[in-house]
T-cell receptor, first 112, second 113 residues
Framework: NAGVTQTPKFQVLKTGQSMTLQCAQDMNHNSMYWYRQDPGMGLRLIYY???????DKGEVPNGYNVSRLNKREFSLRLESAAPSQTSVYFCASSTQANQPQHFGDGTRLSIL | GENVEQHPSTLSVQEGDSAVIKCTYS??????FPWYKQELGKGPQLIID?????GEKKDQRIAVTLNKTAKHFSLHITETQPEDSAVYFCAASFSSNDYKLSFGAGTTVTVRA
């Protein structure tokens, strides 16, 4: 019963470095999401994938790219990390739109 | 797009008392309203959700009410227990895109023993 698994759990980067955050779900869900969580701002959607083979921008996509590798996996890439991208990143999945989203435990990313 | 405001930002209650968190939304066509509980170091966990065709929903000590006319919805926790201490988030769907949720800023609930 792993649910949504995110790796790594913690990461420190220097400005300008690149990084890929990994996410996998074992619930056979069609839709997957990437959010960032900053103090006092709730969760903001970065990108989502409605189904395998599709990806779309959320509220705050600038500076990020995503890949829906297969039905289980959805990765988030920072090509050139900036201090403003210091945050906690959460991956989630759901069966379809307007259905409960199940979250992983997050990746805590610091960019110096 | 959708904008969700959540109040209060912090809430301290005595064990056994009730806790109420309120959210307002801007998109009158939003139709899905989930509530999440987040414990320290963990991801958000869905605790209850409600759809626009329902005015109230209960699950044991937790209830959610929705007032579509006023565009607000509330979470009610009765008989609070120490394990209810956490951060709670409300969210509302975008009518223009069913995959998008807009989250409130969160309420930190502390239950005093």
């Amino acid at each position: 019963n792993a649910g949504v698994t995110q790796t790594p759990k913690f990461q420190v980067l220097k400005t300008g470095q690149s990084m890929t955050l990994q996410c996998a779900q074992d619930m056979n869900h069609n839709s997957m999401y990437w959010y960032r969580q900053d103090p006092g701002m709730g969760l903001r959607l970065i990108y989502y994938s409605a189904s395998e083979g599709t990806t779309d921008k959320g509220e705050v996509p600038n500076g990020y790219n995503v890949s829906r590798l297969n039905k289980r996996e959805f990765s988030l890439r920072l090509e050139s990390a900036a201090p403003s991208q210091t945050s906690v990143y959460f991956c989630a999945s759901s069966t379809q739109a307007n259905q409960p989203q199940h979250f992983g435990d997050g990746t805590r990313l610091s960019i110096l | 797009g959708e904008n969700v405001e959540q109040h209060p930002s912090t809430l301290s209650v005595q064990e056994g008392d009730s806790a109420v968190i309120k959210c307002t939304y801007s998109d009158s066509a939003s139709n899905y309203f989930p509530w999440y509980k987040q414990e320290l170091g963990k991801g958000p966990q869905l605790i209850i959700d409600i759809r626009s065709n329902v005015g109230e929903k209960k699950d044991q000590r937790i209830a959610v009410t929705l007032n579509k006319t006023a565009k607000h919805f509330s979470l009610h926790i009765t008989e609070t227990q120490p394990e209810d201490s956490a951060v709670y988030f409300c969210a509302a769907s975008f009518s223009s895109n069913d995959y998008k949720l807009s989250f409130g800023a969160g309420t930190t609930v502390t239950v005093r023993a």
